[in-house]
């Protein structure tokens, strides 16, 4: 990058708020490429000024919260949001924050929660990523089947633009239609929209009760049928998880260890009386169904506590940093038979292979052993999972679903139509040059 | 007119039957619950996805404009014919094509009515949380067009929050897939959510994943009677700050007490300021707790009579007054033009009061209808529409209740759309980028701007303008 941008670049943020050197750089950034320059604008007009400066000048721009990913930014410069982390605003009457996009997920959580309010969705990388993370991502957690998704939380935004104007959208309501749904429709986007500085989140009040029960199975088949039969008594819990031996065995209860097994991970949250009669349920089925081990919190801060350590194992099996990971969906309803059968596939996966399963979601993440060909397993799963009428999640899942069906076509359209509108928002190419690629 | 040719060959496309080119059987398609009009040049009803896609390639082919159309409830002009166009309705295409309550999806075809769907997902004990007022006639295809929302939306959201996926035939006739039974399973961009509220300007929706939910154990509601309108609205916020998210808040005012009670002749008190119908769902075991605290934060708030609807009877005596409250107004006059504007629930007395002032500026009666929960606003302005003074006040109106909404910082439409009649408004709303946008998005889906054209954003046609001119006789476009 020439002398002159940097020069520029300086002047935008300060001199403390861009780093050339190599070494200081690393700390923010992930990844094989190398970007010239990493800076951390103070606020929207900044962010709008630096990226109007790329835009005309064609350098190429990545973002991220604490780090960014550098793929496709060599030689360009890698934005990082974390200085624009202030809670504006936290509105009780119409149950609303204000938040810069590079806000900590958890330390929002936290704050508002001493309020006695509740933003549901959980950290995009686990133990903790940024709001503007949360938004960009667009992830579903294991709780979305109660909450819904983080889309359901976005009223509106201000985004910078690829060409650096800066968009308004929404407002403190819950019900808006006002011309296209430009507020949930970059949620998801990946950055590649646009740079969403700040954010009008929806709030919900705490829940009244919360408890979680943990119940442990001596085979993966009897956690998921336990599951099963957990949905046929109509008790649809805030969370339902099973997480095989391999992966369980990684947390690390502060009240007492479970016995070893493979677990299935419940978590209400609601009103006091059904709360407490549900838990009561769970924790009786899980006994006759022959349950090694039963473990019922309702205590805060082991609650807290269980929360944190399964923020913890998400964030080691989560997101883009688990290179061996395969993400299906199959329903609710056939996440049973979709474990039978993947039990054939992964031979492993009571031992060593690892497991997650998000059963309201009908989501089920395997993370299989060294000894698995991927590309080979990828195709398997596909199969199964379209067999069950599922597919296996995202980008991959689509074309490989196009490509089972012969659906060439539709694929080429799909692209060509995303394409058009990626480009309508950025039409010289330069933001988040690693996604799509 | 269309030249014979062009009869012939969309005849041919969807069947004899299926096709209406007579003015008077195009006139009963020519408006919808606005009160504009226009007579489109022929109404064709598609059997199928394959139907629509030929009727897209065809209209394609010699520059044809096609206007999508469900029941036709409408209430932003979105699904009104324009010059020279004919309308794609999909009455004809009302299958429910799967109901798996066990993976909690229903798919159907987008002309079922969203009733019809509902006393279906009844039988497993299900049921599709979006019911617009207009959910008897309104069809599920119309609902994803406009996004609507209804009066569940406080606790379950809107329309967009239950569409998984859809099938959608393009405006170059290509039919594609997004989205799907599942979550998670989009393709880059939540294409879904842009065709959601996007009233068929974008492409053809022609089959819906819905999301359904299991109903809940128990209900209560509750009415809940006030002297004035300010002490309906504190309880509101006094329920609200309380942690208690009803599904329903629902207000009518003085005026709409009176004519909904002559309609369905329920008792209520006629001078009373406001009235609120609440109503909670979940556990058993948990409401009567709800009830119990709704009570005190009421009385807190001077309610002037609290009542728990004993029966389910005397629970869908409230619904069905508010639910035809609309319609109740027909006896005091002849027209109303029904407003939709949009504020932040802490600015709802702030709202009441902008809407009092309309009404005596413009000297109009006003019944005030409101989605209290979500500070959404259903105005009723009365009028004679034979009195052109009359008309022009209303508009007026209108623009003053779009402004002031605006001011306190919400929105001019909550649930009901652009279409044509608010367009002229979004400049108030959106910046110059942010219509612009609205082009640019327009544009990458139909640069021809052959399906739906002239709502939400105008934009300039590519190319096919030349075509346009020898399809329809003696017509000018």
């Given at each position: 990058m020439q002398d002159a941008i940097l020069k520029k670049l300086r002047s935008t943020v300060g001199d403390d708020n861009l780093v050339v050197q190599q070494d200081l750089m690393e700390e923010f950034l992930s990844g094989p490429e190398l970007p010239s320059a990493v800076i951390?604008?103070?606020?929207?007009?900044?962010?709008?000024?630096?990226?109007?400066?790329?835009?005309?000048?064609?350098?190429?721009?990545?973002?991220?919260?604490?780090?960014?990913?550098?793929?496709?930014?060599?030689?360009?410069?890698?934005?990082?949001?974390?200085?624009?982390?202030?809670?504006?605003?936290?509105?009780?009457?119409?149950?609303?924050?204000?938040?810069?996009?590079?806000?900590?997920?958890?330390?929002?959580?936290?704050?508002?929660?001493?309020?006695?309010?509740?933003?549901?969705?959980?950290?995009?990388?686990?133990?903790?990523?940024?709001?503007?993370?949360?938004?960009?991502?667009?992830?579903?957690?294991?709780?979305?089947?109660?909450?819904?998704?983080?889309?359901?939380?976005?009223?509106?935004?201000?985004?910078?633009?690829?060409?650096?104007?800066?968009?308004?959208?929404?407002?403190?309501?819950?019900?808006?239609?006002?011309?296209?749904?430009?507020?949930?429709?970059?949620?998801?986007?990946?950055?590649?929209?646009?740079?969403?500085?700040?954010?009008?989140?929806?709030?919900?009040?705490?829940?009244?009760?919360?408890?979680?029960?943990?119940?442990?199975?001596?085979?993966i088949e009897k956690a998921a049928s336990v599951m099963g039969k957990l949905l046929d008594q109509k008790i649809y819990p805030a969370r339902l998880n099973l997480l095989n031996a391999p992966v369980a065995a990684q947390l690390n209860l502060e009240s007492r260890q479970i016995v070893p097994g493979h677990l299935v991970l419940v978590d209400l949250e609601g009103l006091r009386n059904s709360t407490i009669r549900l838990s009561e349920e769970v924790a009786s089925l899980f006994r006759l169904e022959k349950a090694a081990d039963v473990i019922m919190l309702d205590e805060d801060e082991a609650l807290d506590n269980l929360g944190s350590q399964w923020l913890k194992l998400k964030e080691k099996y989560h997101g883009d940093v688990h290179?061996?990971?395969?993400?299906?969906?199959?329903?609710?309803?056939?996440?049973?038979?979709?474990?039978?059968?993947?039990?054939?596939?992964?031979?492993?996966?009571?031992?060593?292979?690892?497991?997650?399963?998000?059963?309201?979601?009908?989501?089920?993440?395997?993370?299989?052993?060294?000894?698995h060909e991927m590309t080979v397993l990828v195709q398997e799963i596909n199969r199964l999972a379209l067999s069950l009428g599922g597919n296996i999640a995202g980008d991959l899942g689509y074309r490989l679903k196009c490509e089972a069906l012969k659906e060439k076509d539709m694929w080429l359209e799909m692209v060509a139509l995303t394409d058009e509108i990626r480009n309508q928002f950025d039409p010289n190419g330069i933001l988040a040059p690693g996604v799509n690629q | 007119m269309l030249t014979q040719v062009v009869k012939d060959r969309l005849s041919e496309i969807v069947g004899p039957k299926n096709i209406i080119t007579n003015q008077g059987g195009m006139a009963a398609y020519g408006y919808d619950a606005t009160l504009m009009s226009q007579v489109p040049v022929g109404i064709v009803f598609p059997r199928s996805t394959e139907d629509v896609s030929a009727l897209v390639i065809y209209a394609n082919k010699i520059g044809l404009i096609l206007v999508p159309r469900g029941a036709g409830t409408n209430l932003s002009g979105g699904s009104l014919p324009l010059e020279g166009s004919v309308i794609?309705?999909?009455?004809?295409?009302?299958?429910?094509?799967?109901?798996?309550?066990?993976?909690?999806?229903?798919?159907?075809?987008?002309?079922?009515?969203?009733?019809?769907?509902?006393?279906?997902?009844?039988?497993?004990?299900?049921?599709?949380?979006?019911?617009?007022?207009?959910?008897?006639?309104?069809?599920?295809?119309?609902?994803?067009?406009?996004?609507?929302?209804?009066?569940?939306?406080?606790?379950?959201?809107?329309?967009?929050?239950?569409?998984?996926?859809?099938?959608?035939?393009?405006?170059?006739?290509?039919?594609?897939?997004?989205?799907?039974?599942?979550?998670?399973?989009?393709?880059?961009?939540?294409?879904?959510?842009?065709?959601?509220?996007?009233?068929?300007t974008l492409g053809f929706v022609t089959r819906a994943i819905l999301r359904i939910l299991p109903?809940?154990?128990?209900?209560?509601?509750?009415?809940?009677?006030?002297?004035?309108?300010e002490d309906a609205s504190r309880s509101v916020a006094e329920i609200v700050a309380a942690g208690i998210i009803p599904t329903t808040l629902e207000m009518m005012d003085n005026l709409l007490i009176n004519t909904a009670d002559e309609h369905v002749g329920l008792g209520l008190p006629l001078d009373a300021g406001a009235l609120l119908i609440i109503e909670v769902d979940g556990y058993d075991v948990d409401l009567d707790n709800q009830v119990r605290l709704i009570e005190e934060l009421c009385k807190k708030s001077d309610v002037r009579d609290f009542k728990v609807a004993t029966s389910q009877d005397e629970?869908?005596?409230?619904?069905?007054?508010?639910?035809?409250?609309?319609?109740?107004?027909?006896?005091?006059?002849?027209?109303?033009?029904?407003?939709?504007?949009?504020?932040?629930?802490?600015?709802?007395?702030?709202?009441?009061?902008?809407?009092?002032?309309?009404?005596?500026?413009?000297?109009?009666?006003?019944?005030?209808?409101?989605?209290?929960?979500?500070?959404?606003?259903?105005?009723?302005?009365?009028?004679?529409?034979?009195?052109?003074?009359?008309?022009?006040?209303?508009?007026?109106?209108?623009?003053?209740?779009?402004?002031a909404a605006l001011d306190l910082g919400g929105t001019m439409s909550g649930e009901h759309g652009i279409g044509v009649l608010k367009k002229e408004y979004l400049g108030l709303e959106f910046s110059d980028l942010a219509i612009d946008l609205f082009r640019r998005i327009k544009r990458s889906f139909d640069p021809h701007a052959m399906l739906n054209p002239g709502k939400i954003v105008d934009i300039v046609p590519a190319e096919l303008v030349e075509k346009r001119k020898g399809t329809v006789d003696g017509t000018s476009l």
């Open positions: 951390f604008p103070g606020g929207t007009k900044e962010v709008s000024e630096i990226i109007s400066l790329c835009n005309e000048l064609d350098v190429r721009i990545g973002v991220g919260g604490h780090t960014v990913n550098t793929r496709g930014l060599d030689g360009g410069l890698a934005m990082v949001m974390s200085r624009m982390n202030r809670v504006l605003d936290i509105d009780h009457e119409n149950l609303v924050a204000e938040v810069e996009a590079g806000t900590s997920h958890t330390a929002f959580q936290n704050k508002i929660a001493g309020e006695g309010l509740y933003f549901p969705p959980e950290p995009f990388k686990g133990s903790d990523s940024s709001i503007g993370a949360c938004i960009s991502s667009g992830d579903l957690d294991s709780m979305a089947f109660q909450y819904g998704p983080p889309r359901a939380y976005v009223l509106g935004f201000d985004m910078v633009l690829p060409t650096g104007e800066i968009l308004n959208c929404g407002s403190k309501v819950i019900k808006n239609v006002s011309g296209y749904d430009l507020i949930h429709f970059v949620v998801g986007s990946r950055g590649t929209l646009g740079v969403i500085t700040r954010v009008l989140l929806k709030l919900l009040p705490l829940p009244e009760t919360r408890r979680s029960i943990l119940g442990s199975f001596s085979s290179e061996r990971a395969i993400d299906f969906l199959v329903g609710p309803d056939h996440a049973p038979q979709a474990l039978n059968q993947l039990e054939k596939l992964v031979e492993d996966l009571d031992s060593r292979s690892g497991l997650m399963v998000y059963a309201l979601n009908g989501n089920i993440r395997v993370f299989p052993s060294e000894v | 794609v309705c999909f009455s004809r295409m009302n299958r429910i094509l799967e109901i798996d309550p066990k993976n909690f999806t229903a798919t159907v075809e987008t002309g079922l009515v969203n009733f019809d769907l509902q006393e279906e997902l009844e039988k497993f004990g299900y049921y599709y949380p979006p019911d617009p007022a207009s959910y008897k006639a309104s069809t599920l295809g119309g609902n994803i067009a406009e996004c609507s929302g209804g009066p569940r939306c406080f606790k379950y959201g809107v329309t967009r929050d239950y569409i998984l996926g859809l099938e959608v035939v393009l405006p170059s006739g290509k039919v594609i897939e997004i989205g799907g039974k599942n979550f998670k399973s989009e393709f880059r961009y939540d294409l879904t959510r842009l065709f959601v509220g996007s009233e068929g109903k809940p154990p128990a209900k209560r509601t509750m009415l809940a009677i006030y002297n004035k309108v629970a869908d005596q409230l619904w069905l007054a508010r639910r035809t409250v609309i319609g109740s107004v027909g006896r005091r006059s002849p027209s109303y033009s029904l407003q939709d504007v949009t504020v932040p629930r802490s600015a709802f007395p702030q709202m009441v009061e902008a809407i009092l002032a309309c009404s005596k500026k413009y000297d109009l009666p006003i019944g005030i209808l409101a989605h209290a929960g979500d500070g959404n606003f259903h105005p009723l302005v009365l009028f004679d529409e034979r009195k052109p003074d009359e008309v022009a006040r209303v508009h007026k109106a209108e623009v003053d209740m779009v402004r």
